[in-house]
């Protein structure tokens, strides 16, 4: 088996007359070595490959072990030996197939580019893939910009048609209305805005059942609020960094313990029930600051952003993106740690190296680069003596909506600080590889 050639089989849906332009339907020599090369993606096939508005259908890679075969029919020539037999077959196996690209998905809606009259305007909407002239640019073309996939699926799919609830609709959506947007999963938590009148003192029923439904730790419970009643205000990340909570774990325990602000100087933060920020001077240190990284002095390669466009895929371009997926219950769930019951093994400490990133991603440190290109800090955790001096002379009389209880202009002196500490850093590590 190990000395055979390693196949792949297309099952192209169609009779091949010539194989050059099958190839061309599937892109190339070129393209199909790329899909081959990723193990989840599809093998695209447009019936129009000169067409780039051409929606494709896709073929799925299945395994199998098959082989395939050469077989050779030789006839004997009239007038030969009698005693041979008049045909004779000889058999070769030429390789081993280990995949299988079936095509049983169906094909996108597909618009094609033409005026109501039934002519074609592609040129007039493609300049091809050279660079247009000047002329082609600025002469007027129809509108034409189709997406670039109007179907979410390509699979039949069972969907039991039924009137919303009028908690997901909500009390502002009209009847005739279906659901426009996924609605938040709150997970039972309380969301306010800085002009609420009363800030919640209390959480509600159904997240307390959910405590028991998913089965939370009570230990964790207690130390969520022993975290909460030396600190009102948290976020979550925080918590996170501090308590080692897994974060599918602490979005059910938030709920229970603390309510979150959405807008104001404490947006984006947990905070303890019953507590009001905007009443108690002592909450300003747990303002909110949003910081986004300046991409200058080398912070773009330093600073990774959370996700990237340039390499994005389109859904149905990989496998098994429409299908329903079979939920499954790890022992791992219920310990959180990655430890199974019942083998007596204990959680192995973090080496000094991930603690140090666990602090970063809440902490802003001299000498340090924020792990993100947008960060929320809490005032108190910037942990620079220049970013506290301006904290301590900036103090006003009044909570206000926007700058809280500092007075305005005081985020954007903050920001300037930490630009300027993170330059400082970048300029030290590129003099130290220069040396």
Known sequence: ?????????????????????????????????????????RLELRFRPEDVFCKPTCGEKHSGSSFLVKVKRK????????SKPAIKHTVEVEGAVT????????????????????????????????????????????????PAA??????????????????????????NIIGRTRQRRSHHAIFVTHDVEKVPDKPREVALNQIKLKFIDQERLALVRDNFSKRPVWSKNALHAITAIPPDRLKLILPVVSYYFTTGPWRNQWIRFGYDPRVEAGAAIHQTLDYRVRLQGGARNKVAAKRSYANYLLPYKAMN??????????????????????????????????????LDVYLFREGKVPPYRQMFYQYGDIQLATAQEILADSKGEVCLEKSGWFVSGTEDRLREVLTHSINRQLAKEREQVVS
């Open 1 to 41: 088996m190990s000395s055979l050639a390693q196949l792949v089989c297309v099952e192209y849906p169609g009779v091949v007359d010539s194989p050059t332009n099958m190839l061309d339907t599937l892109g190339g020599l070129e393209t199909i070595a790329q899909v081959l090369e990723e193990p989840n993606r």
């Open 75 to 82: 006839k004997l020539k009239p007038g030969r030996d009698t």
């Open 99 to 146: 995949d299988c690209y079936r095509f049983n998905n169906l094909c996108d809606f597909q618009y094609l580019p033409m005026s109501e009259s039934g002519t074609s305007i592609y040129p007039e909407v493609y300049s091809g893939s050279t660079l247009p002239p000047s002329s082609w640019i600025s002469s007027p073309s129809p509108l034409f910009t189709p």
């Open 150 to 175: 109007f179907s979410r699926m390509d699979l039949p799919q069972d969907y039991q048609f039924r009137r919303e609830t009028a908690s997901s609709a909500g009390p502002d959506t009209p009847h």
């Open 321 to 358: 993106w429409s299908k329903p997926r079979t939920s499954l219950i790890s022992k791992d769930s219920f310990t959180g740690a990655g430890v199974q019951v019942g083998q007596g093994e204990e959680q192995e400490e973090p080496s000094e190296e991930e603690r140090e990133r666990m």
